[in-house]
């Protein structure tokens, strides 16, 4: 990261805290042309979130407006009553190559995190009430018409009671068609993307907007939980990280690893409802809201450990 980037962080957070900020914002993420710093002030801790042009061929294009996309589309959805008390603050930078956005801290685990201490403690009932809050999460904005757009296991904030989705960017609005969106969306994190939209990205161009539906982010969830509780993403033995047609045509035949070679320990009930949303068949997958009362329910009558 560029040392003017230091420069225009503090610059900006002079301006947004004024004398509440603390004097030590750390730099918690530094990746793909995004920087995002933990910001104490006396009134609590905040995020502040910088985006700028990436070189990186694995970045997304236009990378330097995703911190003015996502702070747009966090105003609407406060003005739908679907998420609110995230936004504090946005504008552009100011040679107009990035753009910024203050956001209130997520306190707890991303869910990656927090599914892994259970992987060699067994206890099937925390479990299924993580799940049950990451899946409740995800109906809440499918309520409201919203899609999120790039669920995966770091943009869940856990702590125990309820889950907290992060980085809009790419959410998608009730009233958005192919084709209107504030960025070209082509799916986001492969590894999490369900087969029908890998299939899309094989067979339309760069430049084509795809419709992202409630289905096909029902597919991603249950794929995100059965990464966080297994350690392994569910689709390929691939080790790169990098997206390439080959893998996307792996992910566009929807066979996942078999639970037998991935599971930590045994929890029958819990893969039953993780296997419900990977169906091949979108019209065959439940709901998110079917599947946080399937958890809740698999919490509630598992035996304490």
Known sequence: MPHSLHTTAAQLIASVWGEEAGPDPVLVVDRRGTCLWRVETRTGPFALKITTPCPDPQGHVDSERLALVEAELLLALAADNTLTGLYEAHGTLADQEGSWLALRWVGGDDAEAAFAKLRHQPDPRTAATLAATMCEAVADLHAGGWRHGDLQDAHFILDGTRAQLLDFAMAHAPDRTP?????????????????????????????????????????????????CWTGTYPISTKTTTQSTPELRTELASGHWKPWETTRPWQYPAFEEIITSGLRLDPAQRPTARDLQHAFEHAAATTEPQ
């Open 179 to 227: 084709g209107s969106g504030p960025v070209t969306y082509r799916g986001a994190y492969d590894w999490f993307m369900s087969p029908e939209l890998a299939q899309a990205r094989l067979t339309t161009t760069p430049a084509e907007d795809l419709p992202l539906t409630t289905a096909s982010e029902v597919w991603s969830l249950c794929a995100v939980i059965y990464a």
